[in-house]
């Protein structure tokens, strides 16, 4: 099984890239595996225990907006959070790693977007790094997000740069571009 490492930065265009890839290659989505973890009832606990019950909801489930409110802009913050996430998101990864090597699946694409932040490239066959112009991120950030430049430049800077992810890609695909121009990359 060769395992392709999928990153890129915030509206660099990686879900695009990622809706074309799907129609061929099946794609482990590292958001959506965190967002199963965040309902893991050891990971409710352990969230509760840190901050207190008015991160859960009313049915038990973690409040992810509250969470992110409370974390994002905070080191100390995040690092509680990564080390409540992390090894249980790891678990899950692994897991569905080994379900994929006994299915026999020739291929498959980690879509990670802090795939170079967390060192799972060094697991990968490949690397692609999704890439637009710091511009462009700009651009597609304020009319997808309703948010003014100086707010979109933060989202943009809280993140490793798409350069950066480029230049520590095996491939890079750039979608500073029609959508129909992506799929000869």
């Known amino acids: 099984m060769r395992l392709v490492g999928l990153s890129g930065g915030i509206a660099c ?10 129609v061929q ?14 309902d893991w ?3 409710r606990r352990a969230i509760a225990q840190t901050w207190g019950e008015s991160l859960l909801l009313e049915n038990g489930r973690v409040n992810r907006e509250a969470l992110s409110k409370h974390v994002f802009g905070s080191r100390q913050e995040m690092s509680k959070l990564n080390r409540i996430m992390h090894w249980r998101m790891a678990a899950s990864l692994f897991a569905t790693l080994a379900w994929h090597f006994c299915k026999c699946t020739p291929v498959l694409v980690l879509d990670a977007p802090l795939l170079f932040e967390t ?3 060094v697991i990968c066959a490949a690397s692609v790094a999704v890439h637009a112009p ?5 651009l597609r950030l304020q009319q997808r997000d309703g948010i003014d430049a100086g707010a979109a430049a933060n989202k943009v800077d809280a993140q490793m740069s798409a350069d950066a992810k480029a230049e520590r890609a095996t491939i890079v695909i750039s979608t500073d571009c029609a959508r129909s121009l ?3 990359q």
């Open 134 to 138: 710091r511009a462009v991120q700009l």
């Open 119 to 121: 060192r799972l490239d």
């Open 13 to 22: 265009g990686k879900s695009s890239v990622c809706e074309l890839i799907r």
């Open 41 to 43: 009832k050891s990971t």
């Open 25 to 38: 290659v099946p794609v482990i989505d590292l958001d959506a595996l965190g967002h199963a973890v965040l």
């Open 182 to 184: 992506l799929v000869p």
